[in-house]
């Protein structure tokens, strides 16, 4: 898949490449068991500290998306459909909306019951 | 960039269609030479106690002969290029049809002659052949060609990088080819190792036997490949040992496009290397093809090429 990363953007680099990879998934450029470049290798194509790509998939693992084991790199997770992927990123701009108008994370869960 | 028509019929499916002649012609011939010998009326059916019902000779060859010709002809007409999304599926409906109406003349027939021109021959297990002819289609189905999008441009792609904008494209890709000649191999070598050290047998034979084992196992490690495009030009590295099988600065490619790789073309399958050429085949289909200044070429075999294409593209006038 195409990753691209803007350097003078002013979202983190880690937040973009992260944010590719659900693109990615959720245009089906990658699928299910799909395995993800080496982080060594990304960084080195993109121009990036290894640990930034490193923080990119540690993001997508918390979320989910991917696993990863030492030494056998980094795959797209078995359920990460389009969907869920979809349904993670409306779930974390919840939280953003949330955040700005000052509610706690009590209120939004007791937000999402109630619809 | 692809073909000028890729739905234009090739040999493999002109010789699918010569298999599906073949029906009606038996037909035709094998009357030619039964005709003195047949009686008026031939076996249509048969039950438990023997022939059931007959037909005139002469219909069961109209209707045999016409139903083979009618699917030959069918599936003739199938080479015509706009039927080429569907000419395996018709191969596969006309060959059902030619095979159980020409093995229900063949069958009935022979089995007439050989019993001396009676109408009521006991056929045995005969018409089982006939319910396995009904599969014939599948000969000209494995024969042609699978028919495969006519032209690898299905989306234009556009990439514009701003400067300080950084792109790179990645792809693993798997060779199956070289998993199922590396994993019988290696079974095989095994095998043949233990044998030749159960029967006593020493000095180069074993070596060599070890030196065949290491090969192929070598092979393995190139079953999966990784296929990266960025700055540095296009690699293809072995996921597994993380040795590159091939590396294109961007300075040195002279153009890149797209096109149907053939391994009619190419040599074959797997990695090939020819006089001025190189190339990763996995199927026929689309793939990416460098055009070096050294004037060599280099093709890979992708499934959606368009991107890394047009991002070498990018790349190297960006570099310039």
Not at chain 2, 43 to 66: C, E, H, N, R
Not at chain 2, 151 to 169: D, F, H, N, T
Request: charged share 15%; net charge neutral; with cysteine.
């Amino acid at each position: 898949m195409l990753f691209r990363v803007e350097h003078a953007s002013a979202i983190s680099l880690a937040e973009q490449i992260a944010v590719q990879v659900r693109i990615g998934i959720v245009n089906c450029e990658l699928v299910p068991g799909e395995r993800l470049p080496p982080a060594r290798d990304l960084a080195a194509a993109l121009g990036v500290n290894m640990h930034t790509v490193l923080r990119a998939y540690s993001a997508l693992r918390e979320d989910g998306i991917i696993e990863m084991r030492q030494g056998r790199g980094a795959w797209v997770r078995p359920n990460a459909q389009p969907a869920f992927v979809r349904l993670t990123e409306l779930a974390e701009q919840l939280v953003t909306e949330a955040r700005k108008l000052g509610l706690s994370r009590p209120e939004v869960l007791q937000l999402i019951e109630r619809t | 960039m692809t073909e000028p028509n890729p739905g234009k019929a090739r040999y493999r499916d002109v010789l699918a269609i010569a298999t599906l002649w073949i029906p009606f012609i038996a037909v035709v011939v094998t009357w030619l030479f039964w005709r003195d010998a047949l009686p008026d009326e031939m076996p249509k059916q048969w039950d438990a106690d023997g022939v059931s019902s007959t037909a005139p000779t002469w219909i069961m060859l109209g209707v045999t002969s016409l139903a083979s010709f009618v699917a030959a002809l069918v599936a003739t007409l199938a080479l015509y290029a706009s039927a080429a999304p569907s000419r395996r599926s018709i191969f596969l409906g006309t060959g059902f049809v030619a095979g159980l109406a020409s093995s229900a003349w063949l069958v009935t027939g022979s089995v007439t002659v050989v019993a001396g021109g009676t109408s009521e021959p006991n056929p045995g297990g005969w018409p089982l052949l006939a319910i396995l002819a009904s599969g014939y289609g599948a000969i000209p189905y494995l024969l042609s060609p699978k028919w495969i999008e006519d032209s690898p441009l299905r989306e234009p792609v556009e990439i514009e990088l701003a400067p300080s904008e950084v792109g790179a494209w990645s792809k693993t890709i798997t060779v199956p080819l070289f998993a199922w000649v590396g994993l019988i191999g290696v079974a095989g070598s095994v095998v043949l190792l233990i044998t030749m050290i159960q029967a006593g047998v020493t000095g180069g034979t074993i070596v060599a036997g070890f030196v065949m084992l290491f090969v192929l196992g070598f092979m393995l490690a190139f079953v999966r490949l990784h296929v990266s495009v960025d700055w540095r030009g296009l690699r293809v590295v072995s996921s597994i040992l993380r040795v590159p099988l091939k590396s294109a600065q961007l300075v040195d490619i002279e153009s890149v496009h797209t096109d149907i790789l053939d391994p009619v073309q190419w040599g074959g399958w797997g990695y090939r290397i020819m006089p001025g050429r190189s190339a990763i085949i996995l199927r026929r289909g689309p793939g990416l093809v460098l055009n070096l200044t050294n004037g060599k070429q280099f093709a890979v075999s992708l499934d959606e090429p368009e991107t890394p294409t047009v991002l070498l593209m990018s790349l190297r006038a960006s570099a310039k």
